[in-house]
């Protein structure tokens, strides 16, 4: 029996049961929140499978860092040292977090992935239309280890499968904790990491996570991430919305305006449309011009 069969064999029972579900239906979009899960352990999900997984990505698809980072970094952080492999294998002793990117690049990820988001696809399409980009994260963090303060494009839902972790969320699209300039910088190809202050963390709201609990990440939403005192292994199920494109394709049309020393108003948060800028934004985007 390969690794595939057993995943399906295992996940005959559903991960989100009804009350996650209900639970998710009356919260997605725009509402950070937790669900408990009841993903089975799988040869998939082992250090070992995982750092096969990691030296089989291409190298675009792996990212796996220091762990011992403050909440705020400038830029991408250092390197640890180690390979991929040496990383995951050794994750206890690595002081290091990794994350291996678009797991579905490989075939018996990929099945695990659309079982997992097939579950709630009737939830998510009922509010924000079809899902787009469907892509898988696993991340795999020492002891202790941060993930800095930043933000994602995607909807994401975070399963935290082996030790614990708290994710401190932020309002999405609250200028407070990610100006309208750092978004517009993203959008057209900036980094994701985000400027933090101390002062900030009195907007957060602390979803710790044990084996077997998920959280709901919405769209741009900032956050950081500490991990807690063993080694962690958790899994980000994401997709993109059509409103999630237009989020993005207006923040990008600001980004032009703003070049010509306007002050544009900030695209609203679902159910506003963004259609206008995001429509002018693909415009100019086939007429060559940069936006």
């Not at 390969?2 to 064999?9: D, G, H, V, W």
């Not at 079982?115 to 202790?144: C, H, W, Y």
């Amino acid at each position: 029996m390969n690794a595939q069969t057993k995943f399906l064999a295992e996940a005959a029972a559903p991960t989100f049961d009804g009350e996650a579900r209900a639970k998710f239906a009356s919260s997605y979009p725009e509402d950070p929140h937790k669900l408990h899960h009841a993903l089975a352990q799988s040869e998939l999900l082992t250090l070992e499978a995982l750092a096969s997984l990691g030296e089989a990505l291409p190298e675009t698809s792996v990212e796996y860092n220091r762990g011992d980072l403050p909440i705020g970094i400038d830029g991408k952080p250092g390197a640890s040292g180690l390979t991929i492999g040496e990383t995951i294998r050794g994750v206890e002793n690595a002081n290091s977090w990794a994350v291996l990117k678009n797991i579905e690049q490989q075939p018996d990820y990929a099945a695990l992935l659309a079982s997992l988001l097939d579950e709630i696809r009737p939830e998510i399409e009922a509010k924000t239309g079809p899902m787009l980009m469907t892509q898988g994260f696993i991340f795999v963090s020492s002891p202790n280890a941060v993930t800095p303060y930043h933000f994602d494009p995607e909807h994401n839902i975070l399963l935290q499968l082996v030790g614990s972790k708290v994710m401190t969320q932020f309002p999405a699209g609250h200028n407070r904790y990610a100006p309208d300039t750092l978004h517009e910088s993203y959008h057209t190809g900036g980094a994701r990491e985000l400027v933090w202050n101390d002062d900030l963390l009195r907007g957060g709201h602390e979803f710790a996570l044990e084996s077997g609990e998920a959280v709901y990440v919405p769209v741009m939403a900032p956050h950081f991430v500490r991990n807690g005192p063993t080694p962690s292994i958790s899994l980000s199920i994401t997709w993109r919305s059509e409103w999630s494109y237009a989020e993005a394709d207006a923040r990008a049309f600001n980004a032009a305006l703003r070049r010509f020393g306007l002050t544009p108003k900030a695209p609203g948060r679902w159910p506003t449309s963004n259609r206008g800028k995001a429509y002018a934004t693909r415009i100019l985007r086939r007429l060559g011009y940069r936006a």
